[in-house]
Each structure stands twice: as C-alpha cells, then as structure tokens.
Nanobody
C-alpha cells in the first residue's frame, strides 16, 4: 500500500475543497481508510473514515454535516469532500489505511499513512 494525498490548497471560509487519497499499490479495496488532520501545535485528530466496501462511515463531531467521505475502489481512491469550511479546519490532512480495524477513529489502528496535504481556510 502506498498512499498519496492530494487536493489541498487555500480556500476562503465557507468554501469547499475536495482532497483525494490514492493508493499507488492498487490494493485499496481491501482496506478501511481514514482521514486525520493536524493543526500547528495540536495533536493529530480523527476527521472521517470509511469501511473497505464503503458501507460504513464515521465522522468527527466537528465535521458532521459538512464533510463527506467516499471511495472509488475501481480507481483506488478515497475522497474527502469538505464544504462550509471554517478557519479551524486549517491543518495538514493525512489519509491512512488499515487491514483490520475495530475503531475507525483510532489512529493507532491504521498501518499505512500518506504524506499529508495542506488545507488552509482563510477568514
């Protein structure tokens, strides 16, 4: 598994952005996938996750109703659509994958991590 996150950038508050996580190893369909973020001076935190078939999703309370996670296993890609962005959403966003997972929000259960993509929301 080789994860590559992309799609970050600078957006105004209230705007939208979609970040993507591609698996160049072409085995994404077998893994649960999550998005996490880390803001400067803060701990890395859970954002959203999706099961390997896409039938189950989980979101942090702070992004519920604004972010949507989805996956296209044919393209080996997981997406995070972010709407109504707020300055507090500013962070480096990381995608991660896990073969066996109990709690999709637990970062320590993820085995593989991408390099991160910067999302900056201006006020």
């Amino acid at each position: 598994v080789q994860l590559q996150a992309s799609g970050g950038g600078l957006v105004q508050a209230g705007g939208s952005l979609r970040v993507s996580c591609a698996d160049t190893g072409r085995s994404f369909g077998n893994y649960a996938t999550g998005w996490f973020r880390q803001a400067p001076g803060k701990e890395r935190e859970f954002v959203a996750a999706i099961s390997w078939k896409g039938g189950s999703t989980k979101y942090a309370d702070s992004v519920k109703g604004r972010f949507t996670i989805s996956r296209d296993n044919a393209r080996n890609t997981v997406y995070l659509q972010m709407n109504s962005l707020k300055p507090e959403d500013t962070a480096v966003y990381y995608c991660a994958a896990a073969t066996i997972i109990d709690d999709m929000s637990n970062q320590y259960e993820y085995e593989y991590w991408g390099q991160g993509t910067q999302v900056t929301v201006s006020s």
